[in-house]
C-alpha cells in the first residue's frame, strides 16, 4: 500500500541558462517529518515552489498529491490539497493583530471581509489551541519577537485543512530556545496527523527534528535515508561532495602583548565588568543566550553603543569609544550579525559595498573617485576573497549567503584591522560556505589578527576558537580553554544558567 502524500518523478525545472532541477525524484509519506537538506542553490526553493504551485515544472515531470495526479498546479489548487507554505520572510503583516493575520486565509477564503471580532478572535484561538499556545491577540505581529511571529504563520496556516505544512529554513532568525519550541509544535502537528517539509541546511537541526531525510545537490536527488542512518560527516559529504574535516584551532601565544585589553566595561541595562584580554593571531569566542550582552557589548567595542564605564586598550593606547569612526580609524572591524540589514547597502554594487570603509583612499581632495584605484581596490579584494560573480558591478543582493558574507568581510579587510569582530558570521550559510569562512578567520588570524567571534552554535566556536566566554544577563560567566574542554561541557554550563 502506497502511504506517501506526496510523489514526485523525473521532476526537471530550467530557467534562461541554469538547470536549477534536473530529474528529480521526491516523496513525502503520510504523517512524517520530512527534511530537505542541501547548500544554498541546491534546487531547494524550486522544489518547493513547484509543489506550491508556484513555479511549473517541465513537460515529463510526474507529480501526485494526497494520491491525485496533478497536471498543472496553481497556488491556490496546492492550497485546497492541504499545501501551505510557510516562507523564510513569513508574509505577515507587521502592523495588523495576532488575531488578524492569523485569522486571514478564512477571511479571504470566505470572501466575506466584514468579520465580527468575535469571530476573528475564536478562529485565532483554535489555531493556537491545537499547537497549545497563548499569544496576545491584540498585540501587532510587529512587536513580537521572531520565534512567536513563526508561531502566528503556523497558527494562520492550521485556520485551512493543511495536510502537509512546508517551512522554508524556519529557524534562520530564532534563538536556540525558540528552536525548541518550534520544534515541539512541528511534533505536535505530527500526532494529529499533519506532515511535514522541513528545508534546512543546519545538519543538527536536521538530525533532531526529521524522520528522513533527502539531499540535493545541484539540482540532483542525491538520496533518501533515515535521519537515524547519518551523521554530520556524512549529511555534509552527501551535501557537498567533499569531505570537509574540522580540526582544532592551535593557538600559541608566546610571550606577546595583548592586543585588546577590556577592563571592567559596563553598560546600564547591557552588560557590567566585563574583562578579558585579546593576543595577536588569537580567536576568541563569546557565545551565550539570546539576551546575554554579547551584541551590545560587539557594539561598544565597534563604537556604536558607548559604554558608561571601564576602560579599552588597543595595543597598550587607550580607546575612546564614542563612534564607530575612531573604532575604524584605530584598526577594529565589526560585521554584524545581520548583514542584510546593516553589513550591505543592498540595492549597491558589489564594488562600491567595498570600498565603503576606504572610500577616503581612493577619493580626492574633491571626494571625486579615482576609478583606476577603485577598479584595483575591488578587484584585489574579489580575488583573495574569492568572490564568485559575474563582475564587480553586480548587486550584491544577488549573490548567495556566503558570498554576500564574503563582501562584508572583504569591506573590514581593506582597512587592514588590528582587530575583527564578527557577530554570527556564518548565519544563514550553508555547509560548504560556512567551511570556507572559518577557514579564512584562522587564515587572518595567523597573520596576527586579533578576533572575536560571537555566536550561539556552540560547536562553531569551540571548533574554530582557542578560548571562550561564556555570557549570561550581561556578564561573563565562564572562560573556557578550548585545548581541555569540549561542546559538551558549554552546552550544559549554558543549560546550567537557563
Known amino acids: ?284 569566542g563569546i557565545t551565550g543566550l539570546l539576551g546575554s550582552g554579547r551584541t551590545e557589548l560587539a557594539l561598544s567595542l565597534f563604537g556604536m553603543n558607548p559604554p558608561d564605564g571601564g576602560d579599552v586598550m588597543l595595543e597598550g593606547h587607550p580607546l575612546n569609544l564614542k563612534s564607530a569612526n575612531e573604532s575604524l580609524n584605530a584598526g577594529i572591524g565589526y560585521v554584524p550579525e545581520n548583514r542584510l540589514a546593516q553589513g550591505l547597502v543592498m540595492p549597491q554594487s558589489v564594488g562600491r559595498n567595498i570600498i565603503l570603509t576606504t572610500i577616503r583612499r581612493i577619493t580626492d581632495k574633491y571626494r571625486v573617485i579615482n576609478w583606476e584605484k577603485y577598479t584595483y581596490v575591488v578587484a584585489e579584494w574579489i580575488k583573495q576573497m574569492r568572490i564568485k560573480i559575474p563582475n564587480p558591478e553586480s548587486p550584491v543582493r544577488t549573490l548567495s549567503g556566503g558570498n554576500q558574507q564574503r563582501v562584508v568581510l572583504a569591506k573590514w579587510m581593506a582597512i587592514q584591522p588590528k582587530v575583527l569582530i564578527l557577530d554570527g558570521p556564518t548565519v544563514g550559510i550553508d555547509v560548504a560556505a560556512k567551511s570556507s569562512i572559518h577557514s579564512f578567520i584562522r587564515e587572518l588570524a595567523a597573520t596576527g589578527v586579533g578576533i572575536i567571534v560571537i555566536s550561539d552554535e556552540v560547536q562553531e566556536v569551540h571548533g574554530n576558537c582557542n578560548r571562550i566566554l561564556l555570557m549570561h544577563r550581561g556578564r561573563i560567566k565562564e572562560d573556557f580553554e578550548v585545548s581541555s574542554s569540549n561542546p559538551t561541557d558549554i552546552q550544559q554550563a549554558i543549560e546550567r544558567l537557563v
Open 1 to 284: 500500500m502506497n502511504d506517501s502524500f506526496l510523489e514526485m518523478r523525473n521532476v526537471s525545472k530550467r530557467y534562461t541558462g541554469v538547470q536549477a532541477l534536473d530529474s528529480v525524484d521526491f516523496d513525502i509519506r503520510n504523517g512524517e517529518i520530512h527534511c530537505l537538506a542541501g547548500e544554498n542553490g541546491s534546487g531547494k526553493s524550486t522544489l518547493i515552489k513547484i509543489i506550491s504551485g508556484v513555479e511549473q515544472p517541465e513537460k515529463g515531470s510526474e507529480i501526485s498529491i494526497g494520491g491525485r495526479p496533478i497536471n498543472h498546479q496553481s497556488t491556490i489548487g496546492s492550497m485546497r490539497l492541504g499545501v501551505e507554505v510557510i516562507y523564510q520572510d513569513l508574509s505577515l503583516f507587521s502592523n495588523m493583530t495576532v488575531a488578524e493575520n492569523i485569522a486571514l486565509n478564512e477571511i479571504i477564503g470566505s470572501r466575506n471581509l466584514v468579520v465580527l471580532k468575535k469571530q476573528e478572535t475564536e478562529i485565532a484561538q483554535n489555531a493556537m489551541k491545537r499547537i497549545g499556545i497563548h499569544l496576545p491577540l491584540e498585540e501587532l505581529v510587529g512587536d513580537l519577537s521572531m520565534g512567536d511571529q513563526q508561531l502566528v504563520a503556523i497558527c494562520r496556516a492550521l485556520t485551512s485543512d493543511v495536510k502537509l505544512l512546508i517551512m522554508d529554513e524556519p529557524t534562520t532568525a530564532l534563538t536556540r530556545k525558540e528552536v525548541g519550541g518550534l520544534f515541539q509544535v512541528v511534533e505536535d502537528l505530527k500526532k494529529q496527523g499533519i506532515t511535514s517539509l522541513f528545508v534546512s541546511h543546519k545538519l543538527g537541526e536536521v538530525f533532531e527534528i526529521a524522520d528522513r531525510v533527502t539531499v540535493l545537490r545541484d539540482g540532483k536527488t542525491v538520496g533518501t535515508y533515515q535521519a537515524g542512518e547519518l551523521n554530520d560527516s556524512k549529511l555534509s559529504f552527501l551535501m557537498t561532495g567533499q569531505n570537509l574535516v574540522y580540526k582544532p584551532y592551535v593557538y600559541n601565544r608566546g610571550d606577546s602583548d595583548p592586543i585588546l585589553e577590556v577592563r571592567k566595561l559596563t553598560k546600564k541595562n547591557n552588560y557590567a565588568d566585563i574583562t578579558f584580554k585579546l593576543f595577536p593571531g588569537e580567536i576568541l
